[in-house]
């Protein structure tokens, strides 16, 4: 089984790319698709931009032409939920567009959001209970996306009224949509990196390294715990 993983930016695949045995890299897209061995797994490892179309594009060539059986998407994002903290983790129970206009919804794929796998994110859930730093830090929720850095109070809150998301990002829901399209099993797992407010920039900056380094822990510990043989997925 190929695990297909994913990042918008370079930070947020650099500890996985340190721990992967790399057998081959392809540029493509103008970005380096990574296949190799983490803890026995399979892999595909690629940084595939900011962005809803970059990353559609990526995760559908995980699947097409690299094989991938699964999409994981790590990274960090805003927290908008009441009580979720900087540093705080969400994994994702589903994935929607914040920025898509509701005639959208006549047509394919005729949805709002896209469910992630129970498999990986229960797999998920194991690999926070297995680190101690994580405990009381993670918890299950919606990622809204789009393409736009939410870094405004009024914004957030039009967001939070219309979505209620756990968190806020420019990738997620693309690629669950590219998942969708493939019937791939997918999970998006998101560490905050602020709160999607008035200091979201400043805040962004300071902690962009810590919470890129904390999802890529975690899938790198998902690797671990899983069993090179068999799938922790559907598929």
Known sequence: ?????????????????????IKNETPLFGTVFYEGTVSGHEVVLVCCGVGKVNAAVCAATVCDKFGADCIVNVGIAGAMAHGLH????????ETGFHDQD?????????RAF????????????????????????????????????????QTKQAINERFAPACVEMEGAAIGHAAFMFDKPYLVIRTMSDAADDNADESYDNFIGDAARTSATLILKMLELSDAETAPFRG
Do not use: N, T
């Open 102 to 110: 509701e005639v959208m919804l006549k047509y394919y794929p005729q």
């Open 86 to 93: 900087i540093l705080d983790v969400v994994i994702s129970s």
């Open 114 to 153: 896209f469910p992630a796998d129970e498999a990986l994110a229960a797999l998920c859930v194991r690999a926070c209970e297995a680190l101690p730093e994580m405990e009381g830090r993670y918890r299950r929720g919606r990622i809204v996306s789009g393409d736009k850095f939410i870094s405004d109070a």
């Open 1 to 21: 089984m190929k695990w297909g993983i994913l990042g918008a930016l370079d930070a947020e695949i650099e500890l996985i790319r340190k721990h992967m045995d």
